[in-house]
């Protein structure tokens, strides 16, 4: 072990809108990332929303020379949009797919053909293990009547319950992303509360940037001004968290998020703002037994309020597949009474007024349409039941462990 | 820590037919299961495809005074199939479900219906933490001819990813499940080469039960001998695999097989047969250091091996994409032309010689219902492409630091 010094790491995240034909200055915009993260030099650069690997491998080429290790993480139809740059040795990876991710017939957002996910990268860097982790959460469109706050949530738990379950091995535990949660909101304090991560902006002793460390702000030029009018200051959604395990402590020294545009540029680096952290990670001076070991009181209450999240999710989504079954009912009904009569007109039993051939065929057309979607429909909200039912039974175990060991302290 | 004298655990493993409607004899079997768990007594059950939950909460509620902890694991549409039945707290659960798992379209299959998945317990024994993992893989349909092999060796890296990335917190680690692997398979020699895992049958000092120690066997009243004839003896696919981490070794004292009926019965418990381990597990007597950091150099050509079924799977799967793509293009076009038609004749442009409408209609009906459906199947296989080629990806880079490994070693 070589670390009596503390070690100093300095990590950028960022995410990066590089939607192909869809994201304004994408080329330009992904240049300039390419040109300051080589430049800067940091140590880790966690990247969202990379989702064309040609953006990705244009990157890699340019920034081989400072970050000779990088990641992709594939994922979903587009791609997880995932990637990370390291300046050390990336010793192993694993992604863990999101059971919910929104749905397929909402095209216009989009979120479920990404198969949103987290990665997780092992990094060795001075004989310290790090673990990594960089993910995307599913997207909020409507603050007042978000409809997949059900799956947000459902998803920072994942999230939680996978960074707890693979850490057991690290040193320390990094978590970059777009977590598209209010510091407030019930899943980043389920989050918080589970992993005992802590929130570089909140820890930072220097901060400079953008007032409240928003990461979205009105002074983007790519930002929609009406969408954040609520928020006149901006929200912070993007995040860099971390913990110390076992032998080491880590704070973090200073933070800091670009304010609008990229440093002595014109334009920003994208619709979020970059968030970069200088971390100090150093031995733990006693052996003092892990803190994550303590409970909070108040972790009770926020599992509680997520799980209350997770039943408004579930009696949506058994609504959703019942009237998904229904119609399927109905349209097949349709379709056999329609083959009824085409059968009776064949066989001579014609009525005295025939309905007409082609509304009787577009009809027939559009049943058939109908009985197929539904039924799919169906299949896909019978799994969404299943798995916000797995999740409130998880949520329910995680309660009672939480309970017993309160009640045991 | 009390676990001076050596723990014993007896460990029940089966995969138990019980698909509702379908499965002969399966209130009957279900019974029998019940009954025989609650007469041993048994420290862990580990049971699979248990589809119908009211199957597991009859279980349940007849094995509460015996086996006072258990869960079920939701997944997919069906469920996934996996419970188990603990006398011992279990403390938590994770799932992870496998990135692909057959196809949809395979109706008379139906394993993408089950959502196949691995689920983790932590359950605490006498002051020592067991990582019990409870699977089910993709089943195997004809072994010459298996269209779905690359799925299962994908399934199989994953299980052992999850494995390792999961048990760095554990003592005693704990697989049982139907894998659908024999034992010479690339699927099974991966798994037990990276996790480090042993097989009961391989390592017990005492074996009674079908000779190799098979699981599907002829003498199975269930069994469709037909199938089993390039196998006379029968085929091993069910395990349960075990290792001792850090400060324990574990080993297999005894193993048992039922033999094509229950103990005493005429019918047996299920078309599988049930695997009963007894395992000891003591404390390491030398503090070495764990067995599992040795890297065999056999390991590089299973990794090599596994690539490339996973390759030929990816060649698979762009075929499907690429005919499928195809057939929504022809189906778009015909659709086109057949408006471009309609509009024409709605203008007056008649044709000399119209086309029926009755066939002009259904021809309509069928490219309308081979668009969907091939656009449905163009993005269920572009998303198996980019699992496929994650995987390999993954590969590539596990055999780039096993070689590593090796060249220090």
Redesign the interface.
Known sequence: MDTDPPLELRVFNLNCWAIRYLSKLRQERIGLIGDTLSQEGFDLALLQEVWSERDYCELKQKLAACYPYS?Y?????I?SGLCVFSRYP????????Y?LNGY?YMLQHGDW?C?KAVG?LIIKICGIIFHVYVTHLHAEYCRDKDAYLPHRVVQAWELA??IQ??S??ADVVLLGGDLNMHPGDVGIRLLRGWTGLRDSFADTERFEGCEDGCTLVPANCFINKEELQPFPLGIRIDYILYKGLSRFVVKCDSLMTTTGTAPGKSIPYSDHEAVIATLCVKPREEAKASSSSAVEPELVDVVNEARTEVRVGLHAAERQRYSNGRMAILALLLLLLQAAMGLSSLVGWDSPQPFP??S???L??LA??VL??SM?LY?FH??EV??L??TE??MR??LQ?LQDKLSSM
């Open positions: 990641h993480f594939k994922s979903g139809v791609g990336i010793l192993d990876t694993f992604l863990y797919q059971s397929p053909f198969g997780l319950q996978f379950h693979t057991k091995g051939k082609f009787f065929s577009l027939s057309l058939t349409v197929l979607l799919v299949v019978t799994i299943k798995m039912q797995g039974e998880q175990l995680a462990a």
